[in-house]
């Protein structure tokens, strides 16, 4: 098949060789800028002197689910719904997980060359994303979605291959690990070698990036080992393109506590008990990363409570960096209206946002200092390309900020 995909505005051609684009949760430019200075990433070095390299910008909230979906639709959340990893239903007042395709409101990419006929390939590390990226894949024509948190129980019914571990040569890693984000790039790079795809998508996981910071040995360690994958799937012929859903921050005081605002504790104590809902988007079940704490919050109203004070009240608060009303948040970051909260108040850098202070336990942060995102200053993330853009597609790059999400565009259409 040759025809060209067309999806949410953007016309992809059918790649001439194998396009894969790599998500690094929590990959934060400056771990790459560190790694480089260090002379300890060679293939992303040779990536940035062949072909392309640019900072661009992720979406609002700096979170997981949010980014990976808009990568794969290339589009914002108010195209395909998925604002959060985390949120409540207004029709029912109940919180959900956002990780069910229900809730996704646009196709993907992966979805729409898998059902023309190409053989994609979809690897998550955590399965919290599997189904979300795995969303019509036609298994048939030998398309594959598996995790590698689930890689040991993979059928060809439900994933597409089999035996997985058998054919990656490892065994199956902690969900809590580094060695979780190396496989799928190890897998990625087997099925690869095998020959007859002709779109990949690597989500990895960013245990390791929460719990150390640029040029710590543990990173150093990790980055190498995702350098040698980045150039074994270029060696293998690939396009490859390389970003992050998000960045990271250190979120605590000097003395290595957590540096947190507990929101809903902070509204009862002003407005009453049950005046406010607050929910973290950041909520997922590997709470050892990053204790559910992080940069981005939103505020329901309740029992007449006027959002114009909960807007003032919020924005007044130390570590707070910005506060918006649903209408100016879904203006100002593309958001859809009828998943937002009637506040929404993002942290600075330096703070993290909280429920209240006995709903988390900092305990699962296992005594490592916090680092968490979901805020304006993780929005950030790199794109990095193994070949040179066409004149094009440079022309354009150079004429303002890039999107996380135009990055298939790039390393199908602009190569």
Partial sequence: MTQAIELNGVTYRWPKRPVVVVCID?????????????????????FQEHGFNAVANGVMPSYTNPNNMSIVTGSPQSVHGISGNYFLDPDTGEEHMMNDPVFLRSETLLEKFSEAGARVVAITAK?????????????????????????????????????????????LPDVYSADLSVFVLEAGVKILERGGVDLMYLSLTDYIQHKYGPGTPEINDFYMR????????????????VTADHGMSDKSLPDGSPNVVYLKDELNARFGDGTTHVVLPITDPYVRHHGALGGFARVYCTDGTASNEVLDFVGDLQGIEAVYTRESACREFELPPDREGDVVAVSDANTAIGRSEAEHDLSELQGYRLRSHGGLAERYVPIILSEPLTDEYAERASQGTLNSYEIFDYAINGV
């Avoid at 948190?149 to 065994?171: A, Q």
């Fill in 26 to 46: 929590g990959g934060d430019p400056a771990y790459f800028e560190r790694g480089l200075s260090d002379g300890i990433l060679p293939n992303i070095r040779r």
């Fill in 127 to 171: 399965d919290k994303l599997r189904r979300l990226l795995g969303r019509g894949l036609n298994f048939e024509n030998g398309s594959i979605n598996f995790s590698s948190e689930k890689s040991d129980t993979c059928t060809m019914e439900e994933n597409g291959i089999e035996n997985v571990l058998d054919m990656v040569g490892l065994p």
């Fill in 226 to 241: 995702l350098d040698s994958a980045f150039g074994r799937l270029a060696d293998a012929g690939a396009v490859v393109a």
